[in-house]
């Protein structure tokens, strides 16, 4: 089975386990049987903003207009092609696979541009990828709710870390939210 792996450094001959700062994850090598899952990491992050539908397609969807532009345009990514082998875990992530030894890589392929790859993936029908304006309300509104949680969940409105500027600058709707719930919390800790 073919594995890919996505990042930024190119020139890479094996991948070695690290922790991922954001998302709580073991030391580990991170792969997927998917190309375009693997383009998505091809940048470095807060948020990778992707799932699968319920006939299990892969879609990335855009959390702020203009994300996908915004995000990918223009970053040179290098996507490796690895092997499975054993020891290498299935996750809960459909198509993601863990391990927590280093993995060889069979073969890097430069990517450019991480936005033209992944419209080229769009158009072989590998992934759908939800612009903003495509949205249904019920979808932006729970986009909001979950940043909002997040902002409080990761205590950043009294930083100024870029994660915290990231989050001022794309969801002002949930930074407003995130303020007014913990002025909530506050005057009932009060009373």
């Known amino acids: 089975m073919e594995l890919y792996h996505a990042s930024p450094v190119a020139g890479l001959t094996v991948l070695k386990p690290s922790v991922t700062e954001?998302?709580?994850?073991?030391?580990?090598v991170?792969?997927?049987?998917?190309?375009?899952?693997a383009l998505l990491y091809g940048i470095r992050h807060f948020e990778y903003t992707y799932g699968y539908t319920k006939a299990g397609e892969l879609y990335y969807q855009e959390y702020f207009p203009g994300a996908l532009e915004e995000l990918y345009r223009g970053k040179r990514a290098s996507l490796y092609r690895?092997?499975?082998r054993e020891g290498m875990e299935r996750t809960a992530i459909p198509n993601e696979y863990?391990?927590?030894?280093?993995?060889a890589v069979e073969e890097e392929t430069a990517i450019p541009d991480v936005y033209e790859a992944l419209l080229e993936e769009e158009r072989r029908g590998t992934i759908r990828?939800?612009?903003?304006?495509?949205?249904?309300?019920?979808s932006r509104a729970w986009i909001r709710r979950v940043e909002?949680?997040?902002?409080?969940e990761a205590d950043l409105?009294?930083?100024?870390?870029?994660?915290?500027?990231?989050?001022?600058?794309?969801?002002?709707?949930?930074?407003?939210?995130?303020?007014?719930e913990e002025r909530k919390r506050k005057n009932e800790s009060a009373e």
């Open 30 to 37: 991170c792969l997927t049987a998917l190309k375009p899952m």
């Open 22 to 28: 954001f998302f709580g994850k073991p030391r580990q």
């Open 82 to 84: 690895c092997a499975w």
């Open 129 to 138: 990828l939800i612009r903003w304006p495509e949205a249904p309300e019920k």
């Open 157 to 180: 409105l009294g930083q100024e870390s870029p994660r915290a500027r990231y989050m001022r600058e794309k969801y002002p709707e949930s930074w407003a939210m995130a303020l007014e």
């Open 98 to 103: 863990v391990s927590a030894a280093e993995v």
């Open 148 to 152: 909002m949680e997040e902002i409080l």
